[in-house]
């Protein structure tokens, strides 16, 4: 049962249930000498909270990341990095009117036959969003790791909601944007629709999916270890770990397959005395490795599954047919909170494959 691990060279464990004493990650393979405080790693995670707006679940956490080893006089050590966060804000009596009763959509039935009953159920445990939060502390050392040692940069925000999709933009104007609403789109027009879709959706008792796109820069040619290690499967393992991703594509992907070669090609052009592509159809790679062009993935979630909408199930207990509005406090749409989750997640496997193919060293220079 070793599901919960990560990474070759930049591993990560994964522990902790949503209701239980604390979430946490242990990072193993982190180079000795980059600078790394707490508020590095909480920048990262206030993006990720729960409790920050009307459209998204009304628990609320502090989410305090402490950092228990690996890092001394302000710098990583090389050894292992074990942070917490201890959990505050928990209300278990929902999860217990419902032990018994799975809710459609959700890890409850599957989780419950494999375990034999023995699984954490409040608030979920493993399965919950909650855990989100430990990829983000990992990640968190990832990017900054990334960006001090190669200028690798991540960037994911709201692509589509209930079917709105925001219009195309610059990477200046999706990093400058993102983030100046709820719903993390850097089009404020859709961004606007978006919302209230939400707002709609959860009047109806109901929950909304979408679409996360996200965009690493400054890549050099090369990660990757094809073909089991390729980047893009490496990249689709990690980000299928999150809860709710049902769906990923690189570079033109589903569109890609109706058009013709001629079409999707990119074309090799010279950029003063560097070789790059004209289009990105690619996404960034081939052959399973990158070509230094924009790693570009999109990432559909699916609607929440805890709706307050009455839906048939079964109460495993007697075997008898019920009915069940789901109680307790959900998100009505995920893909708000979900971009740091996803940054965290590709810079997790970026940096894993940078270490693997030598571009970052074991010991970084003062
Ligand atoms: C940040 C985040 C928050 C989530 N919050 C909820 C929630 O409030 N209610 C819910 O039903 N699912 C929520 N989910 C999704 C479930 O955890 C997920 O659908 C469930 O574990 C079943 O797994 P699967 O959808 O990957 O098959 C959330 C996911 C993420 C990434």
Known sequence: MVGNIVGDR???????????KCIGIVVDGC?????LTESDIQLQ???RKPGQSIITTQRK???KVEIISGVFNGFTTGAPICMVIWNKDLDSRSYELIRTIPRPGHSDYPAMIKYGGFADYRGRG??????????VMAGAIAQKLLDYCLGIQTTAYTIEIGGIRAKNLTLEEIKKNRYTNEVRCPDMQSAEYMRSAIMEARKDGDSLGG????ISTGLPIGLGEPIF???????SKALFSIPAVKAIEFGSGFDGSKRRGSENNDLYIKVGDKIVTKTNNSGGILGGLSNSMPIVIRIAFKPAASIAKTQKTIDVSNGSETKLNVPGRHDPCVVPRAPPIVESVVSMVLVDHAIRAGFIPLVLKR
């Open 31 to 35: 180079p000795a000498g980059l600078p």
């Open 211 to 214: 679409v996360v796109e996200c």
């Open 10 to 20: 930049f591993v990560a464990v994964s522990f902790g249930e949503s209701h239980g």
């Open 126 to 135: 493993r399965y919950s969003g909650r855990l989100t939060a430990t990829l």
């Open 45 to 47: 995670l206030d993006l």
């Open 229 to 235: 290690g390729s980047i893009e499967s490496d990249l």
């Open 61 to 63: 956490e502090e989410d």
